[in-house]
């Protein structure tokens, strides 16, 4: 991982995406079954269960006081869990903490308040009860939108730039990962697909992408070419995967996912070439376990990008490029729960962009155990 000591501590946060595993039970929704008969279900309530035991008493999680992204996260994955409400108080005192941060521009101030806001607004929509968080939200979108690279800073659809988010401020270089979680909240937030912020994340997202084609004019594009994604596509592109010897740079899961799910949320249809593309690459490099092009590294972060993205996808099933069908769900849940402590938390012993963090994976976990509910 050389260009990870180049890297910001939230940068590595943030990096830090069938058919019989189903049953219906008398009292219980269903619920995707992993070892030994572990449901998914089961695995929520211990993991909500160790959060609960982690909240600060002024509502945060991990020691955030400057930087809410820890704390936004967290709520989201709770109330994605539905073992958790809004109304509850481990719920309205992580809202009161990050609404502490809002400013009059609609955004969070700290340092990383791309990032901050966009994870929050999708935590004040899962509570947004009776419209009591209207304000706050359409106040978030707007600050997004401001902070996405565009003509407004002189970047045009011919710069690399543009389109893209990076974590905060105009002087940090967009990347994917930030963009992916702008173009969510922006999406799980109510914005159409043909939305002008959403479109043009997509002029950023396509050069993000090794496919050579009309929509990726970067001289890295054709050289490795498989479809996959990498990290930007700004100052000339970089991967955490590394570089080809003829200079291409690799492209690993977690992005490629996360590119996949933003490419869907900016109405591009299953023949598009792009999706296409990334979906052979899903084909070829189906895994739950690891982090495909970056084995046990950002692995929780791959495991909460995969679940929201298959889920998109709408499909039960995955076969791989040997022919073999995978019940994603199932295998997902069963990841999930070997790798669960005894107290009900996850933790990445490969402790890069973060995955150290007991609150921050096991945030990164519910929310993959969230979307492997299948839909009643």
């Known amino acids: 991982m050389p260009l990870s000591r180049h890297l910001s501590r939230r940068e590595c946060l943030v990096h830090g995406v069938q058919a019989f595993g189903l049953m219906a039970l008398a009292s219980r929704p269903i619920v995707s079954r992993g070892a030994e008969g572990t449901t998914a279900a089961d695995l929520m309530a211990k993991g909500v269960d160790f959060l609960r035991s982690r909240q600060a008493e002024d509502g945060s999680w991990s020691g955030n006081r400057k930087e809410p992204g820890i704390t936004a996260l967290v709520v989201t994955a709770l109330l994605r869990s539905k073992r958790v409400t809004p109304a509850e108080p481990i719920v309205t005192k992580a809202l009161a903490f990050l609404e502490g941060f809002l400013t009059p521009t609609g955004g969070l101030s700290e340092a990383h308040s791309n990032y901050s806001t ?34 407004s800073e ?36 109510g914005l159409p697909a043909d939305d002008p912020a959403l479109q043009r994340a997509l002029v950023f997202v396509s050069r993000c992408q090794n496919l050579k084609s009309e929509f990726n004019d970067q001289p890295w594009a054709e050289k490795v070419n498989d479809g996959g994604f990498i990290y930007t596509a700004a100052n000339g592109g970089s991967t955490f995967a590394g570089n080809t010897e003829n200079g291409g740079l690799r492209s ?21 070439p792009r999706v296409k593309a990334a979906n052979a690459y899903i084909t070829k490099h189906y895994s739950l376990d690891e982090n495909p092009g970056l084995g046990q590294k950002g692995l929780f972060y791959y495991y909460q ?38 107290n009900g938390s996850w933790t990445n012993p490969a ?15 519910l929310l993959a155990l969230a979307y492997a509910q299948p839909k009643a």
């Open 305 to 342: 990008t995969f679940a929201k993205t298959m889920a998109l996808l709408g499909k039960p099933t995955v076969v791989d490029a040997s022919g073999k069908s995978h019940d994603w769900r199932a295998e997902l849940t069963a990841a999930l729960a070997k790798r669960q402590e005894a």
């Open 252 to 272: 690993y899961a977690a992005m490629t996912y996360a590119g996949l799910k933003s490419m869907i949320y900016a109405g591009l249809a299953a023949d598009d």
């Open 351 to 365: 402790d890069s962009f973060m995955e150290g963090d007991p609150n921050l994976v096991t945030a990164y976990a």
């Open 154 to 189: 002189g970047k045009g659809p011919g710069d690399a730039f543009y389109g893209g988010a990076g974590y905060g401020g105009k002087n940090n270089r967009p990347d994917l990962s930030n963009t992916a979680f702008m173009m969510e909240a922006l999406h799980d937030t």
């Open 118 to 151: 966009s994870i929050a607004i999708m935590a004040f929509q899962e509570a947004n009860k009776g419209g009591r968080y209207d304000s706050i939200i359409k106040g978030g979108q707007e600050f997004l939108k401001t902070m996405q690279w565009d003509t």
